[in-house]
């Protein structure tokens, strides 16, 4: 089983920025495609972005398109999310994700493990 710790979140104004951070516990990350997943107060948990395991295949949500860029570095075991022009509605709990195999996924229900969430929280 591999675990997931995120760190990076924080209080941010609008327009600014945050990089996420994703460390897993296993050397063999490469195996692993890897999502960035939030949840807002009283909604649902949504798709943000993933990448495949070696890096090549990105997605993302068109309401982050653009502004956000996920990437990973398996030497470090570890897989990051760079928010930039950040704004209020972006405020949400981030979550790191896996899945087995190495294919990106945009489907919430294709990731097997999960991180504890972080906080993000953009001030207008």
């Known amino acids: 089983q591999v675990q997931l710790v995120e760190s990076g979140g924080g209080l941010v104004q609008a327009g600014g920025s945050l990089r996420l951070s994703c460390a897993a516990s296993r050397r063999t990350i490469s195996t692993y495609a890897m999502g960035w997943l939030r949840q807002a107060p009283g909604k649902e948990r949504e798709f943000v972005a993933s990448i495949s395991g070696r890096g090549g295949t990105t997605y993302y949500a068109d309401s982050v398109k653009g502004r956000f860029i996920i990437s990973r570095d398996n030497a470090k075991n570890t897989g990051y999310l760079q928010m930039n022009s950040l704004k209020p509605e972006d405020t949400a709990v981030y979550y790191c994700?896996?899945?087995?195999?190495?294919?990106?996924?945009?489907?919430?229900?294709?990731?097997?493990?999960w991180g504890q969430g972080t906080q993000v929280t953009v001030s207008s």
């Open positions: 994700a896996g899945r087995y195999g190495t294919i990106a996924s945009k489907q919430i229900s294709d990731y097997n493990y």
